[in-house]
Nanobody
């Protein structure tokens, strides 16, 4: 069973930065797409960013230009660099790993991912 462990969340002022990490327990980490999703209180889990096997990246419009997703396959680790944080970025952030090739249309959906981390809280104070 693949395990994903997020870290790097915390409390930051608006305009600040945080870097999230997600460590995977398996070498299959590098084989498929990995993404970041987030869930604010009372809201559904939503897509933030994804990086596929070919290192192509896709972002939600709300974070494009402020967040950067990357992966280090040698370290089995996924990252999310978050800059210019806003109060509306406050949420629990989850990393996710697919276990099969995904079409470009399916990268944005939670149901496309087989493995999930436990989440890390990001709180942005205004």
């Amino acid at each position: 069973q693949v395990q994903l462990v997020e870290s790097g969340g915390g409390l930051v002022q608006a305009g600040g930065s945080l870097r999230l990490s997600c460590a995977a327990s398996e070498r299959t980490f590098s084989s498929y797409a990995m993404g970041w999703f987030r869930q604010a209180p009372g809201k559904e889990r939503e897509f933030v960013a994804v990086i596929n096997r070919g290192l192509n990246t896709y972002y939600a419009m709300s974070v494009k230009g402020r967040f950067t997703i990357s992966r280090d396959n040698a370290k089995n680790t996924l990252y999310l660099q978050m800059n210019s944080l806003k109060a509306e970025d406050t949420a629990v952030y989850y990393c996710a790993l697919a276990n099969r090739p995904l079409s470009s249309d399916s990268l944005y959906y939670t149901g496309s991912y087989a493995y999930w981390g436990q989440g890390t809280q990001v709180t942005v104070s205004s």
